[in-house]
């Protein structure tokens, strides 16, 4: 079924940037909408950067180019328009060995079998839904409702970079060593944070990530 | 590193970093602005000394380095107030001085204020990552090897220095930001502001919040009355500098230069940017009050504050 394309609510943050809210399902096809509408307000004169969320689009625009009147006009107009195909995202196959420190107590909390854990976590081709939070983080989903677990309830104060993890529906890669709460099933040697390259990260928007069991 | 060495670092300070205006356009990959915390500050460093807006600068928070000329400069300070001295005398701040080789720059100790900013003309080189010079510490990239400034660290210059060199221009104090504590933060309401309870939502612009342990060149978490939040958990989303997150514990989070580029914690306020050098020189202990302000207004105390650097273009 299409997505209702109803008119998207505009809101300010701060005053040089504008959330553009689309929705509030993890959705495939309206995460492609806020693809298409971050890359149209890209080409506008008065946009610095559209970054799309799952379901949203954070515009950053130059005030002395562009009124917030005058912008949520352009985001009303360019969010009416029908889009084009689907961008095609590049396919992205990670071997992981699955070795995490919560892995054992993720399957125990799912009562599954950690054989089960693995196969029902490497059987999807996962979308990149967005990109941010640090340098290289993916948010990959939907996972199967089998995995769904909450986040931990104490997060780590330093996770390790190559870790895989589960929370909600979503499962991840740490691209660097940082503070986190999700549940850590895994490590993947394919690094995630590209500092060489431009955007520095491995994934991006509207990718596929397929995960594989390796020896590690 | 530059091969023309500029300034020779005797003491580094608590906490000093080359900054610039930070790598805008790289929150694709989740890679925020970042660069200077009082962007106001080191715009000014840098108009004083003859280089353009954006050039490398020092910002040295808590407390200033020892620095020593190792070849004719000019430097001005800007942003808190370190006391500023050279050569042992006395110098004013947010005015260009000369510096001869051997002269030292040297502060005696913390005024007002929380991070001042040092510019050099030639504007200070560091290591360039995604367009610029900004130190930012997550990634160990920019500034020099992505770190503090040590002790023997040399700092180049990025171009040739100015010429002639003006000694002795200056930015009268109309022309700044009125740094203050408490501060009043003119900030605009949030796309989740409704998810705050009624009196979460009075309090939020009526009572002050003080800044906690807990705050860096990230963010700031605060204290004060605790912000009630209603609602399902949002799907993540993109954030700006400025923005005021409330998680669940209802201490906000005021997003800083290297904030976390995207988030699902509701935010109920941005700070406009006029504000944000208010908000950059504050200390853990220091109060701040938000005053709601519509997106209009705050373009223009944006327009007013900038008007204070015009006088400085030559």
Request: hydrophobic share 40%.
């Amino acid at each position: 079924m299409p997505p209702p394309r109803s008119s998207p609510r505009i809101h300010p943050l701060g005053d040089a940037a504008a959330l553009v809210d689309l929705g509030r399902r993890l959705d495939t096809a309206l995460n492609t909408r806020c693809l298409h509408l971050a890359a149209a307000l890209r080409k506008h004169h008065a946009v610095r950067e559209a970054i799309a969320g799952y379901a949203s689009v954070v515009v950053h625009y130059d005030p002395e180019q562009i009124s917030f009147r005058g912008l949520s006009a352009a985001v009303r107009r360019l969010a009416g328009l029908r889009a084009r195909a689907a961008p095609v995202g590049r396919l992205h196959r990670i071997p992981v060995a699955y070795d995490g420190p919560d892995l054992e107590a993720t399957a125990d909390a799912l009562k599954l079998e950690v054989r089960e854990l693995v196969r029902l976590h490497t059987a999807p081709y996962y979308r990149v839904f967005m990109v941010g939070f640090v340098p290289g983080w993916a948010y990959l989903g939907p996972l199967d409702p089998r995995l769904e677990l909450p986040r931990r309830r104490v997060p780590r104060t330093s996770v390790p970079a190559g870790s895989v993890a589960i929370a909600g529906l979503q499962t991840g890669v740490y691209p660097l060593p940082t503070p986190g709460g999700w549940h850590l099933i895994g490590t993947t040697s394919v690094p995630m944070f590209l500092p060489q390259s431009d955007p520095p990260s491995l994934l991006r928007p509207g990718d596929r990530v397929r995960f594989f069991a390796s020896a590690g | 590193m530059s091969a023309e060495a500029v300034l020779r670092v005797l003491k580094p300070g608590p906490f000093s970093l080359v900054q610039d205006l930070g790598r805008p356009g790289h929150r694709l990959g989740g890679v925020p602005e970042g660069g200077a915390m009082d962007r106001f500050a080191l715009v000014a460093a840098n108009l004083l000394v003859g280089n353009s807006e954006g050039a490398g600068a020092l910002e040295c928070a808590l407390g200033g380095p020892d620095l020593v000329a190792l070849r004719p400069c000019l430097v001005a300070t800007t942003g808190a107030d370190f006391a500023p001295s050279v050569n042992g005398q006395p110098v004013a701040g947010w005015t260009s001085h000369f510096l001869a080789p051997g002269d030292q720059l040297t502060f005696s100790g913390r005024r007002q204020g929380a991070r001042c900013y040092v510019g050099v003309d030639g504007g200070l080189a560091g290591d360039r990552w995604l367009g610029s010079v900004a130190t930012y510490l997550l990634v160990r990239r920019g500034g020099v090897e992505g770190r503090p400034l040590k002790a023997g660290d040399e700092l180049g210059r990025a171009g040739p220095g100015v010429r002639p060199a003006v000694a002795g221009r200056f930015l009268p104090p109309a022309g700044r930001p009125a740094y203050a504590s408490p501060a009043r933060l003119a900030a605009v309401p949030g796309p989740h502001l409704s998810r705050l309870s009624p009196a979460s939502r009075r309090a939020l612009f009526r009572e002050s919040f003080r800044v906690s342990r807990d705050a860096d060149r990230m963010g700031f978490r605060l204290e004060g009355p605790p912000l009630e939040i209603t609602g399902p958990e949002l799907l993540s989303f993109g954030l700006a500098g400025g923005c005021l997150q409330v998680p669940a514990s209802g201490q906000p989070i005021l997003l800083m230069a290297d904030h976390q580029t995207a988030g699902g914690y509701p935010v109920v306020a941005g700070v406009a940017r006029a504000d944000l050098p208010l908000a950059a020189q504050l200390l853990p202990g220091d109060e701040l009050r938000f005053e709601k302000c519509g997106v209009e207004e705050a373009h223009q105390r944006w327009r007013r504050l900038r008007a204070g650097l015009e006088t400085l273009r030559s």
